[in-house]
C-alpha cells in the first residue's frame, strides 16, 4: 500500500509541470478576481475605476461619431441571434467529425455552463445597471457582464481548439490573435454602450475563463478515461514450452 501510494505521489508531481502550474495560478487568480470584486460591491459600491471609463467613453464618442455603430454591431454579435447559431453549428460540425467528437461535448458544456453560471452570480451579487445614458436597451442584473463572460469562454473555447488543431500558418494566427481580439471587443463594446461597468467586464472576462478552464479539465480527464478504455488489451504470451 505504502509503495502504491509513493507511486502515486510521484506520478502527480510529474504532472506539475511549468505549464500546469502557471495554469492552475491563472485560473485561481480569475476566481479570486471574481470573488473580490463581489465582495467590493457588497461592501462599498461601484470602483473608481468605472466612472474613468465611462469619460473615456464618453470622450470617444464624442471625437468619433461613427463609432457608436461599430460598438452596437459588436455587442449584437455577443447576443444569442448569433452565439446560439454559432455554437449549433460547432456542435453538428464536430459531432460528424470521428476525431474530433469529443469536442462536441465541449460546446455546450462551455456556452450552456457559462450561461447558467453568469445567471447565478447575478443573483447573488444583484448589482443594477449603470445609472448613464444606455445607447442600446438592456435588462437584468449587472455584475458580471453576461456579453463578456459567454465572450471569454466561448472565444476562448475556439481559440484553445485552433491552438491545438490548425497546423502553423496565416488562418492559425489569425484566429490566435484574431479571437481574443473580438472576446475584448465585445466585452469593452458594453461599457462604450453604457450597459454595464468596467468592473461587470473585468469579472465577466474572469469568469469566463474560469469556467473554460474547469470545463477544459474536467471533459479532458473524461476523454482520457475513454481512451484508456477503448485501448484492447495485448493478448497473453504464449505459455513456454517444457523442451
Known amino acids: 500500500m505504502i509503495r502504491a501510494a509513493r507511486r502515486r505521489l510521484g506520478a502527480a508531481l510529474a504532472l506539475l509541470t ?6 492552475l495560478g491563472a485560473w485561481l487568480a480569475c476566481v479570486g478576481l471574481v470573488l473580490a470584486f463581489g ?9 473608481g475605476f468605472d466612472g474613468a471609463a465611462f469619460a473615456l467613453m464618453a470622450r470617444a ?17 455577443g447576443t444569442q441571434y ?6 449549433v453549428g460547432l456542435l453538428l460540425w464536430f459531432a460528424l467529425r470521428r476525431r474530433h467528437r469529443w ?17 447565478l452570480l447575478k443573483i447573488t451579487y444583484h448589482r443594477p445597471r449603470p445609472l448613464v445614458p444606455h445607447l442600446v436597451a438592456a435588462h437584468g442584473l ?12 466561448f472565444w476562448g473555447l475556439l481559440w484553445w481548439l485552433a491552438r491545438r488543431n490548425l497546423p502553423p500558418g496565416a488562418r492559425r494566427t489569425a484566429a490566435l490573435w484574431g479571437l481574443p481580439v473580438l472576446a475584448l471587443l465585445v466585452g469593452g463594446s458594453r461599457v462604450y454602450l ?3 461597468y468596467a468592473s ?11 469556467w473554460l478552464g474547469l470545463s477544459l479539465a474536467v471533459i479532458g480527464r473524461f476523454e482520457r478515461r475513454a481512451a484508456r478504455a477503448l485501448v484492447p488489451e495485448e493478448p497473453l504470451a504464449p505459455p513456454a514450452s517444457d523442451e
Open 18 to 23: 511549468l505549464e500546469t502550474v502557471l495554469l
Open 39 to 47: 465582495e467590493w460591491w457588497l461592501a462599498r459600491g461601484t470602483f
Open 61 to 77: 464618442n464624442a471625437a468619433i461619431p461613427l463609432l457608436t455603430p461599430v460598438m452596437v454591431g459588436f455587442t449584437w454579435i
Open 82 to 87: 448569433v452565439m446560439v447559431p454559432l455554437g
Open 103 to 119: 469536442h462536441s461535448w465541449r460546446v455546450p458544456v462551455v456556452a450552456l455552463g457559462s450561461t447558467l453560471l453568469n445567471g
Open 142 to 153: 449587472s455584475f458580471p457582464s453576461g456579453h463578456a463572460m459567454v465572450a471569454a469562454s
Open 194 to 196: 453604457g450597459v454595464h
Open 200 to 210: 461587470d467586464v473585468l469579472a465577466g472576462f474572469a469568469a469566463g475563463l474560469a
